[in-house]
């Protein structure tokens, strides 16, 4: 740091002067420049700078010391200036340093007399500037703390958990907007507020966590406030192992959590239940059989035989279903969007289910208006396939023998309309409303033995809507039912 | 000499419905069926039955309860017994399986068994809760 030397400017019109008092500085270590007249010392300290003393002459022509004082002063008031006159009188002395001279040295002197009021100068000087280097270190402190503070504050009201801090006497001194929100009551208190007025439960915590001592104990609770969940953790606020200074609570909403925990379970719950049913039945029938209770009566064996069997196919479709339903659910169905023709597709769907319609004795038809093979659709193959197929086979399974099935395509505007109507059993507004459900199936004396998982039209609702379409039904009991799936279309340009 | 003793199924599996009805008469009992508690409301008042078999989980999935709490609160059909046969699994999700009986009478049954019930047990709880109240085949 010191390899710059400290430089000292020499301003006296005296030649003998200059240098004398150069020699002695810089045998001292300093560097010294010299100027023969006020205005020239003005000029090289504006030229050079990074003067840190100058030692000036009183009487100079162009521009005498006084005025040269006044001028450096003004610009560099950390200066040492140190007049040299030969006049040291007091008002000379009370002149120059109004105008900023640190002090002053009468002609004659020796190189001492010159040189302590020089080294004590920039001693001086070094002191204030190393003053005003800390302070202005702490300013900047101050302002990094006020930052820091702000942005702290600023972190912590931004947070969704909610955040409240507790004493050593129990007092809240701390609480984020977060916990303003949650507990609206206690955020109009003034800050800091009794341990008491916060609800019981999270009072305990607080309480709980100091009271740990040296190891500091996380408590975790999952509690409710005001009909939502929170999971809260409380933990000591402790300096390096010390007794607790108070606790810290952080509360974070996992209502959503938990409504989707409970519908999990329920989800569970339904699917044992829906795979223990024909279970159920499959172990009731063969166990009758096993026991030989029904072997007076072979029709009736033969018929539980061939039941059983039914139920353990319609048991691998609803695995087949539930497999279909949770790839759905976590997005790994695989859905391969390409243009497709809607008039080939639907007929290729009545055609798979054209040998059941036969079996039952059900007229099934397909009527495409001209318009519906104009455009193409933008969608998954197999996806779509099986929500016709879905539709259909419903429609079959519902309607009576010789009863009729028939799907229909038109444009409708941006959109393909594809209908299947059926003129079976039909369903009630209640029936109809909940047919899309998970597991549900219309129970009566006209849907009992037709097999079904509760899956099918959940499946199909999920497809039409990742094709971002709309399925509908319109029903009505012993009248039958009109499933209608609406479908965008890829326009003109892009067929 | 007394009839049969008279009971009435309610499940909405036809298939287990029959099951159990060709179980309970081979037992030695008369059988009536209802698919729904609806229908099962009908049967009672139609012929009044010794002891009632139901599923729990139907339209509703505690159906079976609401219809066991609905007859125990009705004074003309509180003392028919009431057996809960389900298949709603108590191991994950909804847990209704009563710990006691303490607590079959608080779900106002008079047994709780899981589907599907093995002959020999159902039938001898069948048997037990008839004779309790004086009805034996």
Redesign the interface.
């Known amino acids: 740091m010191n390899a710059e030397k400290t430089r000292i400017l020499v301003v006296d019109d005296e030649l003998g002067m200059r240098e004398g008092c150069r020699r002695t500085l810089e045998a001292e270590g300093y560097e010294v420049d010299t100027a023969e007249d006020g205005m020239a010392g003005l000029e090289l300290f504006r030229r050079r700078g990074g003067y840190a003393c100058a030692l000036v002459d009183m009487k100079m022509p162009r521009m005498g010391g006084l005025e040269f004082v006044e001028n450096v002063h003004a610009e560099a008031p950390d200066m040492v200036l140190l007049v040299i006159t030969a006049y040291a009188t007091i008002d000379t002395a009370v002149e120059a340093t109004k105008r900023g001279a640190y002090g002053y040295i009468p002609k004659p002197f020796t190189p001492d007399e010159m040189l302590l009021p020089v080294r004590n100068g920039l001693e001086r000087r070094a002191l204030a500037l190393e003053a005003a280097q800390l302070r202005k270190e702490r300013e900047n402190r101050l302002l990094e703390l006020a930052y820091e503070r702000s942005q702290c504050a600023t972190i912590l009201n931004c947070m969704t958990d909610a955040v409240f801090v507790v004493n050593r006497e129990r007092e809240v001194v701390l609480r984020n907007d977060a916990a303003a929100k949650i507990l609206p009551d206690f955020a109009s208190l003034p800050v800091p507020a009794p341990l008491s007025c916060l609800p019981e439960v999270l009072g305990g915590l607080l309480a709980e966590a100091m009271a740990s001592g040296a190891t500091p104990l996380i408590v975790s609770k999952d509690i409710e406030l005001a009909g939502r969940n929170y999971m809260v953790n409380a933990s000591p606020v402790a300096e390096h192992g010390g007794e607790p200074l108070g606790a810290v609570v952080v509360l974070r909403d996992i209502s959503q959590l938990k409504k989707l925990e409970a519908a999990k379970?329920?989800?569970?719950?339904m699917v044992?239940?829906e795979v223990?049913?024909?279970?159920?039945?499959i172990?009731?029938?063969l166990?009758?059989i096993c026991?030989g209770?029904?072997k007076d009566n072979p029709e009736?064996e033969r018929e539980?035989i061939e039941?059983s069997l039914a139920?353990a196919r319609n048991l691998r479709d609803l695995i087949s279903d539930l497999m279909n339903i949770t790839a759905m659910q976590t997005g790994k169905l695989n859905i391969r969007r390409i243009p497709l023709d809607p008039v080939g597709l639907l007929q290729e769907a009545v055609d798979a289910c054209s040998d059941k319609a036969k079996g039952k004795n059900i007229e099934l038809t397909l009527n495409c208006d001209q318009s519906a093979g104009a455009e193409k659709l933008l969608a998954d193959r197999n996806g779509l396939f099986s929500v016709l197929t879905n539709l259909i086979d419903n429609a079959v399974k519902y309607t009576p023998s010789g009863g009729r099935v028939q799907v229909e395509a038109r444009r409708n505007g941006a959109s393909l309309s594809i209908l299947v109507r059926d003129n079976g059993i039909g369903m009630s507004p209640e029936e109809s409303a909940r047919v899309f459900e998970e597991f549900y199936r219309a129970?009566?004396?006209r849907t009992?033995?037709i097999p079904g998982t509760g899956l099918g039209l959940t499946l199909a609702r999920g497809i039409v809507d990742l094709h971002h379409g709309q399925i509908a039904v319109e029903s009505a009991p012993g009248k039958g039912s009109v499933f209608t799936v609406s479908l965008p279309t890829m326009g003109k340009k892009q067929s | 000499m007394q009839d049969k003793p008279l009971i009435l199924v309610v499940d909405?599996?036809?298939?287990?419905r029959?099951?159990?009805q060709?179980?309970l008469e081979?037992g030695g009992y008369r059988v009536t069926c209802a698919?729904?508690p609806q229908d099962a409301l009908g049967a009672l008042s139609a012929t009044k039955p010794d002891l009632i078999v139901t599923d729990l989980?139907?339209?509703r999935l505690d159906a079976g309860f609401q219809l066991s709490r609905g007859l125990k609160q009705n004074n003309d059909f509180a003392e028919i017994p009431v057996i809960i046969v389900t298949?709603?699994?108590s191991?994950?999700?909804?847990d209704v399986s009563p710990r006691g009986d303490d607590d079959m009478a608080a779900m106002n049954v008079d047994a709780y068994m899981d589907?599907?019930?093995d002959?020999d047990r159902f039938l001898a709880k069948v048997r037990e809760l008839l004779e309790s109240r004086g009805r034996e085949a």
Do not use: W, Y
């Open positions: 379970s329920m989800f569970i719950t044992a239940h223990k049913r024909p279970l159920a039945a172990e009731s029938f166990d009758l026991r209770m029904v009736k539980m039941r139920r129970n009566n004396e009992e033995g | 909405d599996d036809a298939d287990f029959e099951a159990i060709c179980l081979a698919r729904n989980m139907m339209d298949a709603v699994g191991q994950l999700g909804l589907k599907p019930v002959p």
